[in-house]
């Protein structure tokens, strides 16, 4: 069965200071992988997709940036963080045969 | 522009009636409608989806009514369960990697 691995589960961080979340997928080779973020009480606003290793779109800019190093790993990051950057970041996956999205079960930011 | 829009942000029932949470899009282009489901602290949940080439989808106590020529649709949620109360998501996909999400509807249902 096909599992998403989130880490760190929290973090509290300071403004201007860097940041780093990975995700990483089992269970399924290739995926497609995607990187979600939920403001607190918010809808869910898709920022990356990679297709494959080394590949990465941006959907939407907010000071961030993403790299896939390896087929199960997908890391999200900045080299400093705004206030804005608070929220929860979600990494998904399709599964094997469905047409939408698996999300894992996320990594709570607090930018103070 | 929002592209998918969910009318209400927060909709009460009784247990045991029939939830409705309303979904509304722009673009003529989506193809794909998926409802998630999510609890305070998870990520989440796939719950029900629907295709444009149809018009309704139910499984078990849920179900998509979808209206292409109006470009809308709805949950409904039939006997509705405490244990149903969370945040619905409509979502809405134009390419099979860009998904768009509605604001939600937190869904209370009291006992």
């Known amino acids: 069965a096909q599992t998403i691995h989130q880490w760190p589960v929290a973090e509290i961080k300071a403004v201007g200071s860097p940041l780093s979340l990975g995700c990483t997928i089992k269970?399924?080779?290739?995926?497609?992988l995607y990187w979600y973020w939920q403001a607190t009480g918010g809808t869910l606003q898709q920022l990356f997709y990679?297709?494959?290793?080394?590949?990465v779109e941006s959907v939407v800019q907010l000071n961030l940036s993403a790299s896939r190093p390896k087929d199960d790993q997908f890391i999200l990051s900045t080299e400093k963080l705004l206030l804005s950057h608070s929220g929860f970041y979600l990494c998904?996956?399709?599964?094997?045969?469905?047409?939408?999205?698996?999300f894992g079960s996320g990594t709570r930011l607090t930018v103070l | 522009q929002q592209q998918v829009r969910q009318s209400s942000q927060s909709l009460t029932v009784w247990e045991g009636e029939t939830a409705i949470l309303n979904c509304s899009y722009e673009?003529?282009?989506?193809?794909?409608f998926p409802w998630y489901q999510q609890f305070p602290g998870e990520g989440p949940a796939l719950l029900i989806a629907?295709?444009?080439?149809?018009d309704k989808k139910e499984d078990g106590r849920f179900t998509i009514f979808f209206n292409k020529r109006e470009k809308n649709l709805s949950l409904h949620i039939k006997d509705s369960q405490p244990g149903d109360s969370a945040t619905y998501f409509c979502?809405?996909?134009?390419?099979?990697?860009?998904?768009?999400f509605g604001s939600g509807t937190k869904l209370t249902v009291e006992p």
């Open positions: 990679s297709i494959t290793v080394g590949q």
């Open positions: 979502a809405a996909r134009r390419n099979y990697n860009v998904l768009y």
């Open positions: 998904a996956c399709p599964p094997p045969s469905a047409e939408t999205l698996y």
């Open positions: 629907i295709r444009s080439v149809s």
């Open positions: 673009n003529s282009a989506f193809d794909y």
């Open positions: 269970g399924k080779s290739s995926p497609n």
